[in-house]
């Protein structure tokens, strides 16, 4: 099956830095989707990217859906204390088949700040 | 903001009993999906569900687990018969059809506990 590779695995940064991780596949993805996930709660979406190239933002967070359809990167800028979390990539090939396709997610990029 | 409901919360069950795990979805979403999230793991893709039946399913849904709408409205998972090994949360999604907005919401998830 499809795989993501996502990194970094964790991050330990100071409040107020700016953060980059990214996710790379070994096949092409239609769409690439961001999450976050705090403890005991669902993935809750950050930003969808539908087109290859497209650089899309919400607030402090930016992410690019690569050239390649293979890879996608998520910035989050001056970092703050309720950034904590995991963040998942995934990626999702819809209606490829006719029907609805599950997403792919990567392992998570754990993100703890230091104040 | 609509939402994705799911209860139980938490679940737990003996060894070999069968349980139903339950979701309302968000109310004009056609495409429903059940993913599961092994304590410290990715989310993993289970099964996709279209038109009042499966669309996609991934190696994990055997014959131990089904899915239906029962009424129209709740959206539901049974395993049969437990094993300890599906121990995890489980997460009800559903999404919008493809022309509208992408709306890929998850609900908070059922914590099972199989003992």
């Known amino acids: 099956g499809q795989q993501l590779n996502q990194s970094p695995q964790s991050m330990f940064i100071q409040e107020g830095e700016d953060v980059s991780m990214n996710c790379t596949s070994s096949?092409?993805?239609?769409?690439w989707l961001w999450y976050k996930q705090e403890p005991g709660e669902g993935p809750v979406l950050l930003i969808a990217?539908?087109?290859?190239?497209e650089l899309t933002s919400n607030g402090r967070l930016t992410a690019q859906f690569g050239i390649t359809r293979k890879d996608s990167f998520l910035n989050i800028s001056a970092s703050i204390p309720s950034d904590v979390g995991i963040y998942f990539c995934?990626?999702?090939?819809?209606f490829g088949g006719g029907g609805a396709d599950g997403l792919t997610f990567g392992k998570g990029t754990h993100l703890i700040i230091q104040p | 903001e609509p939402e994705v409901t799911q209860t139980p919360s938490h679940q737990v069950t003996q060894m070999g009993q069968e349980v139903i795990l339950r979701c309302v979805p968000i109310?004009?979403?056609?495409?429903f999906y059940w993913y599961r999230q092994i304590l410290g793991q990715k989310v993993e893709f289970l099964v996709s569900f279209y038109n009042n039946e499966i669309s996609e399913k991934s190696e994990i849904f055997d014959d131990q687990f089904s899915v239906e709408r029962p009424d129209g409205s709740n959206f539901t998972l049974k395993i049969r018969s437990t094993k300890l090994e599906d121990s995890a949360m489980y997460f009800c999604a559903t999404q919008d059809p493809p022309q509208g907005d992408y709306g890929y919401t998850f609900g908070s998830g059922t914590r099972l506990t199989v003992v």
């Open positions: 990217l539908y087109k290859a190239g």
């Open positions: 096949s092409i993805f239609n769409t």
């Open positions: 995934a990626g999702q090939d819809p």
């Open positions: 109310s004009n979403h056609l495409y």
